[in-house]
């Protein structure tokens, strides 16, 4: 699980001994792990063969249908309730992260946060849209007009939100007092301020699009929702299909969220373990201040190696399509394709990530009738009993297996579009992918072995 402070609610609502992703067993794969790897990696090639034989046409000259969708969804009165209801909540939050107890089994504020928010919020926003830029309580009190408006620089880009994604990644990674009320509500009240301080100087809407860390964030991944920001539906996926690449900073950021995450999963493997035992003294468990300077290394680091991974590989791609008559640069193939990646990264959300929620995220229930943990019974479900056994290791390892190769396939869909309208030719296309679709291979049965680690047994 992500979060080492937060994963006592998952283990305390278990019965027995409990083991990794708040499972008590481990799950028995029917055939070897490496049968189940290899296949999971000749799908993907497979897709790679029959994208480069049947499509044809580049993203720019993709159509799909798009349909309306009600209009009073958009009705100012839909909106303002919206926003009312989320700032209500951020209050609520503070109030019990300052006044409530300190205990997180009776607090609201770590299980909503870290679990309801922080990853259901992930799966609603790529499963509606672009929720966030309605109810972010931050923009809902701030003014539009109000500020100094100054130009924030060309050159900073989204870097901003680039390093808070980082110390947001460390802070429920690494931080062992992320699940202390009081400790969110301080992080809750100081990034406000920052915040705010950003809009006054540079608008409200120019820090929202490149300072705003959960804005730039949520607003990637709404572009693989099936609905868009004018309430039309379209297929899913097809917010990616602009061929026109993002800044290196936007870039930066989706290499980030795919590097967090994964980072998060290898600390629940052997080679993790392996790692920390051999800095450690020989006989003795890893110290706090070992697993967190390694843990922190872990997540600076990881997202440059995947930075430079992704470089090498497209600068493959642009040596490969360099006889083109349009030929293209390894940072300008880098700035196209990276937000391809994003399929992949909430693929490995959904593997990572869903079980818990099932099982963990039901202690939203009780705690919602008494935030504070004072004994209230506001809504009458504090005598709520979740039921731990929603889920098992089964379910997390198909899971895992399906969504991990449909992000794959997906991702591999949309780069070929990509590569068809930059190069405006099917063999040059289908050329440059040949690096991204070893790349795709690679690193589905790299997820998928990371993943396997805490769930399964008989590898």
Same mark, same amino acid.
């Given at each position: 699980?992500?979060?080492? @402070? ?22 028995? #794969? %029917? ?28 993203? @720019?000259? &993709? !159509? ?8 009073? #969804? ?9 926003? &009312? ?23 609201? &504020? ?31 009190? *701030? %003014? ?14 989204? /870097? ?9 990644? /460390? ?11 009081? $400790? ?22 120019? /820090? ?15 572009? #693989? ?19 026109? %690449? ?36 020989? @006989? ?23 930075? #430079? ?16 008559? $349009? ?20 693929? *490995? ?5 869903? !079980? *818990? ?11 919602? !009738? ?26 997390? /390892? ?9 992000? $794959? ?6 780069? $070929? ?14 050329? !440059? ?27």
């Amino acid at each position: 699980m992500p979060l080492r @402070g937060v994963l006592c609610f998952a283990l305390a609502l278990l019965p027995g001994e409990a083991a990794a992703h708040a499972f008590g067993t481990r799950y028995d #794969l %029917p055939l070897p792990l490496r049968l189940w790897l290899g296949t999971a990696g000749a799908i993907v090639a497979l897709s790679f063969v029959v994208f480069a034989l049947v499509l044809r046409r580049g993203a @720019g000259t &993709v !159509s799909y249908p798009r349909f309306d969708l009600p209009r009073w #969804l958009a009705h100012p009165f839909v909106i303002t309730t919206l926003r &009312v209801f989320s700032v209500a909540i951020f209050l609520v939050l503070l109030a019990s992260g300052w006044f409530g107890t300190q205990d997180p089994f009776r607090n609201i &504020v770590p299980a909503f946060v870290w679990i309801a928010w922080w990853i259901g919020f992930t799966y609603l926003t790529v499963v509606v849209g672009d929720v966030w830029s309605v109810v972010n309580p931050w923009k809902a009190v *701030y %003014p539009a007009r109000f500020g100094l408006h100054r130009d924030l620089p060309r050159a900073v880009g989204a /870097w901003p939100a680039v390093l808070l994604l980082v110390a947001f990644a /460390w802070i429920e990674i690494v931080w062992e007092g992320n699940a202390v009320p009081a $400790h969110i509500a301080w992080l809750a009240a100081g990034y406000s301020l920052l915040t705010w301080i950003g809009m006054f100087a540079f608008g409200r809407d120019a /820090w929202l699009a490149r300072g705003e860390v959960f804005s730039v964030y949520f607003g990637l991944l709404a572009r #693989l929702a099936p609905i868009d920001r004018e309430l039309k539906l379209r297929p899913p996926v097809a917010g990616l299909l602009d061929p026109r %690449p993002v800044s290196t900073s936007v870039a930066a950021f989706v290499i980030v969220m795919l590097a967090t995450v994964t980072f998060d999963g290898l600390r629940e493997t052997p080679l993790w373990a392996n790692l920390l035992a051999g800095r450690s003294n020989p @006989g003795e468990p890893p110290g706090d201040a070992l697993w967190t300077g390694t843990a922190t290394a872990g997540v600076v680091l990881t997202p440059c190696v995947f930075a #430079l991974v992704i470089l090498a590989t497209c600068a493959l791609m642009a040596a490969l399509a360099r006889g083109n008559e $349009h030929p293209a640069s390894a940072g300008e193939l880098a700035r196209l394709f990276v937000p391809t990646l994003l399929p992949i990264a909430f693929a *490995y959300h959904v593997a990572h990530y869903l !079980s *818990y929620l099932l099982i963990a995220g039901q202690v939203v229930i009780p705690l919602a !009738s008494d935030p504070l943990g004072r004994g209230w019974d506001l809504f009458g479900t504090a005598r709520f009993k979740p039921v731990v056994d929603i889920v098992g290791a089964r379910f997390a /390892w198909y899971t895992s297996v399906v969504v991990i190769v449909l992000g $794959h396939v997906a991702a591999m869909y949309v780069a $070929h579009r990509l590569a068809l309208e930059r190069f405006g030719d099917a063999r040059t296309a289908r050329r !440059s992918q040949y690096p991204f679709a070893a790349l795709m291979v690679l690193y589905t049965m790299t997820s998928l072995w990371i993943l396997a680690q805490p769930i399964t047994a008989g590898g």
